[in-house]
């Protein structure tokens, strides 16, 4: 295809990703090196009988006026990235020199919003996406075993939750999860405890949203594996079972090696989904106990009346770099398959 | 040795039942209730003291006089005016369908026909655009639409999504279009059709099946996105998803929790109906980008 055709194929596509994706990224980076104008002061003296006294108001007007004027704000350099509520170097510090021993140092860090946030989406990634693995080849492989006619059923009964809005599906499970719903209810009688809520627990919460993420994914990675079971070659099967191997041998053996392509597949999506995970914290309601990195910038964009674009951008790049440091290996392999392929 | 075999061979056969069924009962049960329990009042939905009371509505029938009741609905669907919402649903994700199924396909195609080392780095800049968390990009447009005043606007959300949409609608096509054989389009250029052409009378009649999925799967992009449509539409203008979302605060307060849960109900019946009629484009959708590579 000739440069001048390809470029014209090309460019609906290409402009609309530059446009909304690639510069809002700059947007945002832009964004998180200014700060919100602060109030501007007006100090004046009223005088009285017993002498003059300076008083200090807010000129709402000027501020106003200056929001307007430099919608950005001013600028503070790397500022933002380094306060209190994101990297907060010198809070870190702090505790790493007050905290004696690793636990009470990660204690303290629990108490930093970011890195509360980031802890819980790191928790939460490598927790869900092993699970999900493991669990959507156990299904794959049980459902290859099931008669042909009920798998068609057992798809599309595997599909819902994974096709139902994350929105969604989360409110069902926080709604049955309720101390009033079925499950939360069942819990509570089964522990004779009437406190036993996932609204009051930061551990429960964690494994309510963990339990949900599994729940939602599962689907996926299952779907994925059982179609690459249909692609196991069947005389290397035959092979391994006429040397005798059990069933158990020939899948760790045959099956697994054979599905490995499709597993860093699986992995590289599920990282990528469950790193921005977003929409169940804010089902569950949960801010309480778990931020993630995703529902802290929400948080800043729907701070009452003035929101909070610098903290905002500065919490986005910040994401973008832990997602650029996790499609690292992914992209480097690409790229040796690609220059092993055109050479 | 070969009793022994078969007996472990049998064992595994019912472990893996049991595995299947136990996921099918957890993947299907929470739906099941979730539906039973929109037609009862909220204190047989939330049944404390005898989960049982939700199946049979003990409530709903001192409440409401029988067994089953519609109240959630029409408190959703009139008094909360839920219509409205899945009018703009409707209208928003009709267009980013449309839309993003034109730049993609044209571009997708040009992805599979350029054999140079550009069009990598595209689909490598596409994947990584995927990857963005769909919120951090909210946060860049906020300030800029704010300025611009086109914040609110359907139709600034149908190009957001759109462009959203594109990284994904890309890579799939481009596969798509890759296994079209070379030959079809090339001997219609050599018969003189320009490119476009020849994509237009040679490609585009046998192209369907893949934008099909490929359309499914921006639709369910578009039907089911929160980050986007909660944060860039004005009330008026909001559709299904963040609806639900913003009554559940709402109706919490009042009392009114059913009205959220027959939303949440009537949102999930157009994809339960989806699914069964696409199953197997869904399914191929999904496998599509791994299994060929």
């Given amino acids: ?343 | 040795m070969a009793t022994k075999a078969e007996s472990r061979l049998t064992t595994l056969k019912i472990v893996s039942y049991v595995l299947v069924g136990v996921w099918l009962i957890i993947a299907a049960f929470p739906f099941l209730w979730t539906f039973w329990g929109s037609f009862k009042v909220q204190g047989d939905f939330f049944s404390k003291a005898d989960w049982t009371n939700a199946i049979y509505g003990v409530f709903t029938t001192r409440e409401t006089g029988g067994a089953f009741t519609a109240n959630g609905y029409i408190g959703a669907w009139v008094q909360e005016s839920f219509w409205k919402n899945v009018l703009n649903t409707t209208v928003i994700v009709f267009f980013t369908v449309i839309i993003s199924l034109t730049f993609g396909t044209l571009g997708g195609y040009a992805l599979a026909r350029s054999g140079f080392r550009y069009a990598f780095w595209i689909l490598m800049a596409a994947l990584i655009f995927r990857a963005m968390p769909h919120i951090t990009l909210v946060s860049g447009y906020m300030l800029p639409f704010f300025e611009w005043n086109v914040w609110g606007l359907k139709g600034t959300a149908i190009i957001v999504l759109v462009a959203i949409n594109q990284p994904f609608t890309l890579w799939m096509l481009h596969s798509f279009f890759k296994n079209i054989p070379k030959d079809m389009d090339e001997s219609a250029m050599v018969d003189g059709c320009t490119r476009f052409q020849a994509f237009w009378h040679v490609i585009v009649p046998v192209m369907w099946p893949g934008v099909i999925t490929t359309g499914l799967f921006s639709f369910l992009l578009a039907y089911n996105d929160y980050a986007v449509t909660s944060m860039l539409l004005s009330k008026p203008n909001e559709t299904m998803v963040p609806a639900v979302a913003s009554f559940l605060g709402s109706v919490q307060v009042q009392g009114n929790i059913m009205f959220a849960v027959a939303a949440v109900v009537s949102a999930t019946a157009p994809l339960f109906v989806l699914i069964l009629f696409f199953q197997r484009q869904i399914v191929s959708g999904l496998t599509a980008g791994a299994v060929k590579g």
């Avoid at chain 1, 990224?25 to 300076?54: A, K, R, Y």
């Avoid at chain 1, 090696?257 to 804010?282: G, Y």
């Avoid at chain 1, 569950?284 to 009452?304: C, K, N, V, Y």
Wanted: include cysteine; glycine fraction near 6%.
């Fill in chain 1, 1 to 343: 295809m000739k440069h001048r055709t390809f470029f014209w194929f090309i460019l609906p596509t290409l402009s609309a990703m530059i446009l909304f994706i690639a510069l809002p990224i700059v947007s945002v980076l832009i964004q998180s090196l200014f700060v919100e104008h602060e109030q501007v002061l007006v100090v004046s003296e009223s005088c009285g009988p017993f002498g003059c006294t300076p008083t200090t108001s807010i000129d709402a007007e000027a501020t106003a006026a200056l929001r307007e004027a430099q919608p950005l704000g001013r600028f503070n350099g790397l500022g933002t990235y380094f306060d209190r509520s994101h990297l907060a170097t010198a809070e870190v510090a702090e505790i790493w020199r007050e905290s004696n021993g690793l636990k009470s140092f990660f204690n303290g860090l629990m108490d930093l919003k970011f890195y509360k946030a980031l802890i819980f989406t790191l928790t939460y990634t490598f927790i869900v996406t092993p699970a999900v693995l493991v669990f959507g080849l156990a299904v794959a492989v049980g459902v290859n075993n099931l008669p042909r006619a009920m798998r068609g059923v057992a798809i599309f009964i595997s599909l819902l939750p994974f096709l139902v809005a994350t929105i969604v599906g989360s409110m069902i499970l926080s709604w049955m999860l309720d101390g009033e719903g079925i499950i939360g209810a069942t819990l509570q009688n089964i522990f004779n405890d009437p406190n036993l809520t996932i609204k009051s627990s930061t551990p429960l919460m964690w494994i309510a949203l963990i339990i949900y993420g599994i729940w939602h994914t599962l689907p996926f990675s299952f779907i994925t594996f059982y179609a690459g079971l249909q692609t196991v070659p069947q005389d290397t099967l035959e092979a391994a079972r006429v040397d005798g191997a059990s069933k158990w041998q020939t899948m760790i053996s045959v099956v697994v090696p054979h599905l490995m392509p499709l597993v860093s597949f699986v992995t590289l999506m599920l990282l990528m989904d469950n790193f921005r995970v977003f929409e169940p914290i804010v089902s569950f309601q949960a801010e309480a106990h778990a931020q993630s990195l995703s529902t802290f910038i929400l948080s800043d964009l729907r701070e009452a009346g003035n929101p909070l674009y610098a903290s905002a951008g500065a919490t986005s790049i910040l994401t973008i770099i832990g997602v650029a440091i996790l499609l690292t290996p992914v992209v480097i392999r690409t790229w040796r398959d690609f220059n092993a392929t055109s050479h």
